[in-house]
């Protein structure tokens, strides 16, 4: 069975510091990973997604994030938050691709003038 | 491209009622997803179509809820009769691809927000 844990509710940081959400998952055969974005009332948008190949994907508005099997974490970061950052973030995971999409519960990320 | 149209935005209605949601993805998505949004979770899969078939509604509460996709293209989802535990935002998502083969994304709507009293 695959899940997704998301550590940290809600994350706090200033305008120009570092985002960091952590993402760990469990899957017993190789994962399709992914971080969608939710801004308020609206539906999920895709940031990024792992499948194969590079370990370090970009996603779009400056977020990346690093596929670490060893660690079976796939945190995402932003070197310098921006106020339109604020959002909910959700990792997912998916079974190489071809099944459900198995979401975390959520990071509710708040950006302080 | 168009995107994945849901109606209606939002839905208020008793608890008993019965209520129907609307969705119609990406055109030529194969993959159809209904998913279940309670505040302060992550979204939960009720239900995933391959073109008109149901692949996966192992977590679709089968005595009030049900779902159909006509010919492949279009989705509703209904609940009947609704109860109180069931508000929640339902997201409507869709992936180009079949089951069995692989997906990248997948596509979702803006949501129906239900909020039953």
């Known amino acids: 069975a695959q899940s997704v844990t998301q550590l940290g509710s809600h994350v706090s940081v200033s305008e120009g510091a570092l985002v960091l959400l952590r993402c760990n998952y469990s899957?017993?055969?190789?994962?399709?990973l992914f971080w969608y974005v939710q801004y308020p009332n609206q539906g999920l948008q895709l940031l990024l997604k792992?499948?194969?190949?590079?370990?370090l994907v970009k996603g779009i508005n400056g977020f990346e994030a690093e596929f670490k099997k060893s660690e079976t974490s796939f945190h995402l970061t932003k070197p310098s938050a921006h106020m339109s950052d604020a959002a909910e973030y959700f990792c997912?995971?998916?079974?190489?691709?071809?099944?459900?999409?198995?979401f975390g519960t959520g990071t509710r990320l708040k950006v302080l003038a | 491209e168009a995107g994945v149209a849901q109606s209606p935005r939002y839905k208020i209605i008793e608890k008993r009622q019965s209520v129907a949601f609307w969705c119609n993805p990406i055109?030529?998505?194969?993959?159809l997803y209904w998913y279940q949004q309670i505040l302060g979770q992550g979204p939960k899969l009720l239900i995933q179509?391959?073109?008109?078939?149901?692949?996966?509604d192992s977590q679709l509460p089968k005595d009030r809820f049900s779902a159909e996709r006509l010919k492949g293209v279009d989705s509703t989802l209904k609940i009947q009769p609704a109860k109180l535990e069931d508000s929640a935002v339902y997201l409507c998502?869709?992936?180009?691809?079949?089951?069995?083969?692989?997906?990248?994304?997948?596509?979702f709507g803006q949501g129906t927000r239900l909020t039953v009293v």
């Open positions: 998502a869709s992936s180009p691809r079949g089951a069995g083969e692989v997906n990248t994304e997948a596509f």
């Open positions: 899957s017993s055969v190789p994962p399709y």
């Open positions: 792992y499948t194969t190949g590079a370990t």
């Open positions: 997912a995971v998916s079974r190489s691709g071809t099944y459900k999409y198995i």
């Open positions: 055109s030529g998505h194969a993959t």
């Open positions: 179509f391959q073109n008109n078939g149901v692949v996966d």
